[in-house]
């Protein structure tokens, strides 16, 4: 394994097969499962690291082609690297960018070499390898580092998705010789093969040979129905390696983590809990609450009862929802704090349960009371 | 003076006659020449209470007209005041609601009895009397309540200034008889005559007796230059009580504190540190500094050196500049700290030069280096 990295099991639930472990960055001590709060634009949006870090998190996102684009690559080398630009000093993990530029760039053009495509800011054209994305990791510092991937959408034809996965494979081959030597970072894989069974556990065993640290699962939650992630994710579980955390990305809701907790895996991203705060809704263990509903015009409860954030600690619904609906920027400011915070939660129940050998069981009750959207 | 209420005079400036004072409030106490940020709807835009206290405050501002709005009074007085509602325990002075129903509202109709007036929100029709804007001021519960004034643009005839400033003579003697008896809210008295200086004259003559605690100027910054504003404060200096604070309403900007504190002001208010925030313009003691400009891109230097504040300690200009570019949240809420900060510290500065007797030296001296708008 990388120097400065390490991964340890520290139980394994016998109901569940998932793990409570320790992964070790330069940067921080990491529990998983984990959460990981994003801050695309070396910010988690509308928090200070402070408040990032009261949450619990030791561990954030943040993503290549946005800090690429802007500010550039220049800048935070200049800064020193991203930890000392965006003043984070806990791990942080970057996303490649292969992503974004199937899902934001418009006029892309894909060949073996690498993706080119035009700016969503300002339509300027840029061209970015698997190599490249590599070198911008290396300037950005991130203590874990994605392989360049070709992600397809939902409802992709299997040759095409098998195209897709074909070639990132071959870029990972790029991304690893790029990388082998590099110090302070390590390189997570991602496996491909949309929601086809076969390329999953094609991607899957080859992929392994190159996860030095950790592995990642791309290309879901993409735009497909939940049942079918977790179909995707039922299929491969038998075979990840056992010793490496699991890297589910893009997935944050409340009932995904459980039920991806449940499927062996270890670690997660999402932008869902920020983006929903700032439209003014909280998630809860019972389902989501859209706070501005008049409903909480005079609720002095905090947003979730028995949460020990810095929000519930200190204000009611009913404040919340006026900055919500007087666009006070507080307000959204208050529910990404709880909003992260009750992921976290979440992962301390759900890590409570592995301890103790019953988490099929706490899903199974946990399921049973929640609803994706509820009333007060 | 008011139960719970006290104002000393610790030390007069010989050469200018500008005070150090200690103004007792039931939630706090107040080291004046004080300038308090603006909380308008119940919070400090973008910054949560424990931020605000970080900068110094011991007071800030809130407004009667539009938490009348929203949330609406009834909220506020469940929640068991404003100071509660907002999670503020230190002091908190709300306007009137007469400033707002001037600028802000249309179709607004004035007789003796009060003012009706359109909402800004939705249209809806209102009407705010003497005695509702000091109930409303009631339930929010704040320490220091201001009179229901009437206030003129600058450009009113003498006429009408006079007019206007009459009928703040005779509201204010409802607003006093309405609140004399209320017990932890002391009634500021408002001084108004636009730009004429009999007016002005006249106006503080009659409203002396009035001032239980402190005195308010209104009235200005309201679209005059700035000679005009220091011309009409000269000519009310000889004439205001010695051992009440004044309060100039609505000024906030570096140079204009500065001068304010040498015409004997010792209290101060305004939107502008977090409005220009938010724009992404610093201010610093040399200068307001637009820090979206592209000479910042690599400036890795804090926003103003030798400031102390949260955003100074942490972050540079380049960083900074790459927040407020991309609309991210934190670099507005990094610049309000910042500003805020600035002109507590720039208090600081003055009071350090009242204590030295040289207060009209340390003016010379700061206006010399001071160029509203600097680059780099």
Redesign the interface.
Known sequence: MKKGFKYEIIKECRQSGARIGRLTTPHSVIETPVFMPVGT???V????PEEVKETGAQIILSNTYHLYL??GT??IS??GGLHK???WDRSILTDSGGFQVFSLSQMRKVTEDGVEFASFIDGSRHFISPEKSMDIQKVLGSDIIMAFDECTASGTSYKKSKEASDRTYRWLQRCYEHTKDWEGQTLFPIVQGNMFEDLRLESLERTIPFAEVGIAIGGLSVGEEKPIMYRMLDVMQPHYPKDKPRYLMGVGSVDCLVEGVCRGIDMFDCVLATRIARNGTAMTFRGDLTIRNAVF??D?RPVEEGCDC?CCR???R??V???I??D???G??LLAIHNIRCLMRLMEKIKEAIREDRLLDFRDEFMSKYTPKIQG
Chains 1, 2 share one sequence.
């Open positions: 634009m070396a910010t949006k509308g928090l200070s802007r500010p220049e800048v200049k800064a630009f965006m003043n015009k005079e002095f810095y200190n204000y009611s009913a404040y929802r006026h900055l609906n007087t006070e920027i507080l959204g400011r």
